[in-house]
């Protein structure tokens, strides 16, 4: 089957779900950090597909953002819970 | 035909590995799996056509698993490690067989006007240092102040 846009959408949605459902129900700390993390992958599978759909270099951009913010968030929260 | 083996299979790792990291009760083990599907993350990165950001994904990932890895043997000393190390090898080399196939593969698009591949990370330069070069400079400085603070407030804890 031929992989479209909606595969990513769908992938990217259940990592969403993922990483809410380790916030949401998990009282680990680093569980928690951990899942905000599956949730920063997830907007960025979004951002790429869109751009790479659209032929648009802009997407990229705000994934290379968020790829700065994840590494900064776990670095933060490492240093929060140690 | 292969991209489409490859999306299943990275996106099976990623939903797999990241299911487990989520829900084990060790901090070490979720470590270890969100390495993996950062690694696999990373794969689906390189099929979207984004080279550059599928080798920052696997730099962030390694390193921030590693940094996790220090702190924690630090701070508690683990028990033994209950992983199975040939399961563990196994997923990584398959892993880094998959990403060297994928890395290999040509471009599938190129920009009408500038003959320029969709996949090369020379294109997102040329965007990221023409378009949004102001923006890059306010998010370095801005990371800079965070990792600034971040070490301010780790030695601040430790006096």
Redesign the interface.
Known sequence: ???TLH??LI?SI??FA??I??VAA?R?A??MT??L??IF?SS??LF??F??WN?L??G??F???I??V???W???G???L? | MP??IL?YIF?AL??LF??I??T??R?LT??FY?VL??FS?AG??LL???A??SI??IL?SF??GL??FT??T??AKPRTINLSKVIVLLVSLCIVIVLSIAIWRPPF?K?PMTGMN?TSPS??GV??LND?LL?LIF?SAL?FL??AG?LS??RG?HK
């Open positions: 089957m031929t992989v595969h990513y992938l259940l990592l993922i990483g459902v380790g998990r680990n680093f569980v951990a899942s993390l599956l992958d960025c599978i790429l597909a751009s790479r032929l270099l802009e990229k951009v994934a290379l953002f790829i700065g994840k590494a900064l776990f670095l933060f490492l240093a929060v140690c | 991209d489409n999306f996106s990623t939903l990241s299911i990291a989520v084990r009760a901090a979720c470590v969100l599907a950062g993350t689906i990165f979207l056509g984004a550059l950001l920052f994904q962030v390193g921030a940094t996790a702190l924690l630090s701070v698009a920009f969709y294109a997102l965007v990221l949004y923006a998010f990371l965070c990792f971040v407030f780790v804890g």
